[in-house]
């Protein structure tokens, strides 16, 4: 058989040259990301939480400069979606997302639905909510679900891939079929203080840059083995959009909380027998202590974790989980949110001498 103009074999066939040329190309094609995204894909969900708010209503006289004070607001109730993403972490059916997905301000999703990358849409029982890591499970029968591999979080490298997945595009579609932005994991440990009037916390974050939109929000994040390492949950933006830099909740907390919330129905909290004041002047003066950053422990229960640790009355506390200490407050929002069972290093200051010790957080 001979060849045409353009090279190609009579028959159709491409030559030998380019046939490997392709099967090279095809084999570049599929990357870690393409396999990392095939295994974990399947197990994301679109959630959709339906509200029941109620609203004020304004009659035309409202604004009537006369009159307006003399006319009282309507109330009334609709029904209102809020959408995000969600990922299926077992076999029985538990979903993780987040509490903001499932509850706005004092109102809690009156319905919710999971819709699968296969097209299932799925009613979902709330099974907990925990609201100061604004992590929440859900709960939905079905056969033969996809379920996510979870991975580390003592393993996460700052520079490696990662992949966020889920539906940055809510109700705008009917595509069950999940988004994926690829970025790097672009720091570790992340720390925000609780903003005031909230009761959510956020320690140790994940902080990428592969893009996170509203819609992400309870997705997962996954690294280049298709292993979910966070769940995706907010981002830092002056536009509102996304401009990479977006944050994660590790899935070791992950674990632990929706552990919790599977077994009890809600966080346990800790308790920690520790009593501590801010070092004022006259404190300082009266105890003679030259370094007024820390707290000083003013009362220990006994047989509390506090008793337990080693801890002392006059103990000056000058860091907690590394973090240098120079109030009250600093104490207070390094241990808010603890877990039961969690373990919170302190540095203490006693008789000028510096004292590592270990608090484990016991059950209130």
Not at 103 to 114: E, F, M, P, S, V
Not at 144 to 159: H, K, N
Request: with cysteine.
């Amino acid at each position: 058989m001979g060849e045409d103009a353009y090279g190609r074999v009579e028959s159709g066939r491409l030559p030998a040259g380019l046939i490997e040329a392709n099967e090279s190309i095809s084999t570049s094609r599929r990357t870690s990301i393409v396999t990392a995204v095939e295994r974990a894909g399947p197990a994301v969900v679109s959630i959709v939480a339906i509200f029941q708010m109620q609203r004020r209503g304004f009659s035309p006289m409202s604004d009537d400069p006369f009159f307006g004070h003399f006319v009282v607001p309507r109330l009334y109730t609709r029904e209102e979606p809020n959408t995000g993403s969600g990922v299926i972490i077992d076999d029985a059916g538990y979903i993780v997302t987040n509490a903001h997905v499932v509850q706005l301000g004092d109102y809690t999703a009156r319905r919710i639905q999971a819709v699968l990358t296969d097209g299932r849409s799925l009613s979902c029982t709330l099974v907990g909510v925990d609201v100061m890591t604004d992590l929440a499970v859900l709960h939905v029968e079905g056969e033969d679900l996809p379920v996510a591999a979870l991975g580390r979080s003592d393993d996460i490298m700052t520079g490696e891939w990662a992949i966020t997945i889920g539906n940055p595009l809510g109700l705008a579609i009917e595509d069950a079929q999940p988004a994926v932005a690829v970025g790097v994991v672009s720091a570790l440990g992340r720390n925000f203080r609780r903003q005031q009037g909230s009761r959510t916390v956020y320690r140790d974050m994940i902080q990428t840059d592969a893009t996170i939109n509203p819609g992400n929000s309870g997705g997962p994040l996954v690294n280049a083995f298709g292993e979910v390492i966070g769940i995706n949950t907010f981002i830092l933006s002056e536009s509102g959009g996304s401009e990479g830099v977006g944050f994660a909740i590790p899935i070791e907390r992950v674990r632990r909380v929706a552990d919790e919330l599977i077994q009890y129905g809600g966080p346990r909290r800790g308790w920690t027998g520790l009593s501590v004041i801010d070092i004022t002047e006259y404190v300082a003066q009266e105890l003679d202590i030259v370094n007024r950053l820390g707290v000083l422990v003013n009362e220990i229960d006994p047989n509390s974790p506090a008793d337990l640790a080693g801890i002392m009355v006059m103990d000056v506390i000058r860091k907690i989980n590394g973090e240098v200490i120079t109030s009250y407050p600093d104490a207070r929002e390094a241990l808010y949110g603890s877990l039961v069972g969690d373990s919170i290093e302190l540095e203490v200051e006693r008789e000028g001498r510096l004292i590592p010790l270990v608090l484990h957080i016991a059950e209130l």
